[in-house]
């Protein structure tokens, strides 16, 4: 079984930081992209920014410049530095993880964290 635990949501207000994590346990190889999605409420989910197992990333143009995306391919762990959040961020954060396998490709979730910026 392969499991995502995200942390490090929360409440902050607008022009704050958070820094969310999410590890990647269990029967799980070579993984090549590592994300995070975002989903407001009544809206649909979202992709903030993905990064390869090489490297290169890639991000969404509202979080250009305030967001940064990272891994530590030991750790299977993707980490999501946003900074300078407003109040069009809130939503729930979810890692996603893909690779491939055996022949076979793979996709796993996380559960989601909430970030909620208000004053």
């Known amino acids: 079984q392969v499991q995502l635990v995200e942390s490090g949501g929360g409440l902050v207000q607008p022009g704050g930081s958070l820094r969310l994590s999410c590890a990647a346990s269990?029967?799980?190889?070579?993984?090549?992209?590592m994300g995070w999605y975002r989903q407001a409420p009544g809206k649909q989910r979202e992709l903030v920014a993905i990064?390869?197992?090489?490297?290169?990333?890639n991000y969404a143009d509202s979080v250009k410049g305030r967001f940064t995306i990272s891994r530590d391919n030991g750790k299977n762990t993707v980490y999501l530095q946003i900074d300078n959040l407003n109040p069009e961020d809130t939503a729930v954060y979810y890692c996603?993880?893909?690779?491939?396998?055996?022949?076979?490709?793979?996709?796993?979730w996380g559960q989601g964290t909430q970030v909620t910026v208000s004053s």
């Open positions: 269990g029967s799980i190889f070579n993984i090549n992209v």
């Open positions: 990064i390869f197992s090489g490297g290169s990333t």
């Open positions: 996603n993880v893909g690779g491939f396998f055996r022949g076979r490709s793979y996709d796993y």
